[in-house]
């Protein structure tokens, strides 16, 4: 929806489940990015800190490129390769307002998280242009 905003274009009912199109390869790419969390963490936190944070981008790659969960995955980290230190001081800031929000009796979660998606959406489209 943050994309039809930026686009000049009206969000309708219909727009809210428009996630559900694209469910399987969302399940499969949250699993990866998952697994190699963890994997990461496991390992040594900060290569988890690393992965966590180089795959940002890989959910907007499946939604607006119609890429494959590996695929994505690689061009996240590409993307995010250029520009680590500012993509992991976002991230930073998106969590710190997010565990805000979760402070605040759980509730403002509710726009602190809604919120975060949007920041994203806006970092992926100042880095790869896909309003134009």
Known sequence: ??????????????????????????????????????????????????????YVFAHFFVWFFDMEPTEALRFSRKTVSGNFGQIFLLYLVMAGINFLGVLAFGVGILISMPLSFCVAYAAFDDIIGISN
Do not use: T, W
């Not at 489940?17 to 969390?37: D, H, P, Q, R, S």
């Open 1 to 54: 929806m943050a994309h039809q905003v930026n686009c000049g274009r009206r969000i309708e009912l219909s727009d809210y489940f428009k996630g559900f199109e694209k469910l399987g390869l969302l399940i499969k790419l949250n699993l990866l990015i998952f697994g190699m969390v963890m994997l990461g963490l496991v390992m040594l936190i900060v290569p988890g800190i690393y992965f966590s944070v180089s």
